[in-house]
T-cell receptor, first 113, second 109 residues
Framework: KAGVTQTPRYLIKTRGQQVTLSCSPI?????VSWYQQTPGQGLQFLFE???????NKGNFPGRFSGRQFSNSRSEMNVSTLELGDSALYLC????????????FGPGTRLLVL | DAKTTQPPSMDCAEGRAANLPCNHS???????VYWYRQIHSQGPQYIIH???NNETNEMASLIITEDRKSSTLILPHATLRDTAVYYC??????????FGGGTRLMVKP
């Protein structure tokens, strides 16, 4: 079974731009969660989507948003990029909301200049 | 999530067992203990989880104390490829994992 895939793997943007990251979960998985990892803050939960609805949200500003499609694929968007948004963005999928074992993708490394 | 405490770093000789401890004294009766690891610049990898009994899979063993306030992840024969940051997590329902600092395991030849 194919794992979680994320595109693109690397991205360079400038301040003020917006960016969209994509995540395809493991086939059959319906829950998708997003995390941000920075050297200073470590791994932090952004949000979780299940059945096309946001179920949980971490402590991030409204510039961070996401959505999930009917095939469970998910996108996250960051608007008005700031230097501090430079990070590794990780997507994880699980079969359901009660299945707590999450499987992570390789991440998208975003650099904001 | 129930708060977990792990040593920031550990060393282990290649071929020896690596024993990584975790304290989770505020864990509730129905909460599981999960272990993930993250090899440099990759996404975290699920290792093992357990509730009360000891668990073993092809990657590791998990020993949970009888009072459930602590656990130990055991890598029976550590290799250089096991060098990673290991995270002990007690998740709430709803797939929101809270990662602490983890333990940076260095396996040395």
């Amino acid at each position: 079974k194919a794992g979680v895939t994320q595109t693109p793997r690397y991205l360079i943007k400038t301040r003020g731009q917006q960016v969209t990251l994509s995540c395809s979960p493991i086939s059959g998985h319906r829950s998708v969660s997003w995390y941000q990892q920075t050297p200073g803050q470590g791994l932090q939960f952004l949000f979780e989507y299940f059945s096309e609805t946001q179920r949980n949200k971490g402590n991030f500003p409204g510039r961070f948003s996401g959505r999930q499609f009917s095939n469970s694929r998910s996108e996250m968007n960051v608007s008005t990029l700031e230097l501090g948004d430079s990070a590794l963005y990780l997507c994880a999928s699980s079969f359901s909301r009660t299945e707590e074992t999450q499987y992570f993708g390789p991440g998208t490394r975003l650099l904001v200049l | 999530d129930a708060k977990t405490t792990q040593p920031p770093s550990m060393d282990c000789a290649e071929g020896r067992a690596a024993n990584l401890p975790c304290n989770h004294s505020t864990i509730s009766g129905n909460e599981y203990v999960y272990w993930y690891r993250q090899i440099h610049s990759q996404g975290p990898q699920y290792i093992i989880h357990g509730l009360k009994n000891n668990e073993t899979n092809e990657m590791a063993s998990l020993i949970i104390t009888e009072d459930r306030k602590s656990s130990t992840l055991i890598l029976p024969h550590a290799t250089l490829r096991d060098t990673a940051v290991y995270y002990c997590i007690v998740p709430k329902a709803g797939n929101m994992l809270t990662f602490g600092g983890g333990t940076r395991l260095m396996v040395k030849p």
